[in-house]
């Protein structure tokens, strides 16, 4: 089962940055937090995973709090392109990734 | 990043039949690989777990009968949906994990059962 919460859905200006909220207050200290989106009709798309610190990467930024219990996904500069479901995930390395319900991020022009 | 490729994107077939998803690995070797199935508007709900050379471990509430797996290669997976009916029409998504990285996804393939 997932064990992560998002909201359900959020809204950008293009340009500007997105910054996309995670709860996952029963993580485990193996536990790595993995980030993915999906456009419609396509497969998800993995964007950045991390297990303590802070990660960035060409896509985005990952920002993970000191107790690990949430985190929060930076898309610095959102394009349209951006517009798509946003997939929090925990998981051991080895593991199924469970799903949860997402955040449906809109940029807007 | 890793390449998991499905085959078809796409089918109709009608009820009563069975077919059979292909799910690749294109550039690695993947001892583990994953199914999902997505109704519209929902999330992916895992089905199962494909282990290579071994019989695969289903999710609770997924009918092992109905939907077949077999990975008898590194490099690939499939899953057949038998006796297919209009309730089974999906987006299925495969998935598939190199130890210690993160795991890719298959574009999906769009079921209709008619």
């Known amino acids: 089962d997932a064990k992560t919460t998002q909201p359900p859905s959020m809204d950008c200006a293009e340009g500007r940055a997105a910054n996309l909220p995670c709860n996952h207050s029963?993580?485990?200290?193996?536990?790595?937090v993995y980030w993915y989106r999906q456009i419609h009709s396509q497969g998800p798309q993995y964007i950045i995973h991390?297990?303590?610190n802070n990660e960035t990467n060409e896509m985005a930024s990952l920002i993970i709090t000191e107790d690990r219990k949430s985190s929060t996904l930076i898309l610095p500069h959102a394009t349209l392109r951006d517009t798509a479901v946003y997939y929090c995930?925990?998981?051991?390395?080895?593991?199924?990734?469970?799903f949860g319900t997402g955040t449906s991020l809109t940029v807007i022009p | 990043g890793a390449v998991v490729s499905q085959h078809p994107s796409w089918v109709i077939c009608k009820s009563g039949t069975s077919v059979k998803i292909e799910c690749r690995s294109l550039?690695?070797?993947?001892?583990?690989m994953f199914w999902y199935r997505q109704f519209p508007k929902q999330s992916l709900m895992l089905m199962a777990t494909?282990?290579?050379?071994?019989?695969?471990?289903?999710e609770q509430g997924v009918e092992k009968d109905k939907f077949l797996i077999n990975h008898a290669s590194l490099t690939l997976s499939t899953l057949t949906v038998t006796s297919a009916h209009p309730e089974d029409s999906s987006f299925y998504i495969c998935?598939?994990?190199?130890?210690?990285?993160?795991?890719?996804f298959g574009q999906g393939t769009r079921l209709t059962v008619v």
């Open positions: 998935s598939a994990r190199v130890p210690n990285t993160e795991a890719f």
């Open positions: 029963t993580i485990s200290g193996n536990e790595y």
């Open positions: 991390g297990l303590k």
């Open positions: 995930i925990v998981a051991n390395t080895g593991n199924q990734f469970y």
């Open positions: 550039d690695f070797q993947a001892t583990t």
């Open positions: 494909s282990n290579e050379g071994s019989k695969a471990t289903y």
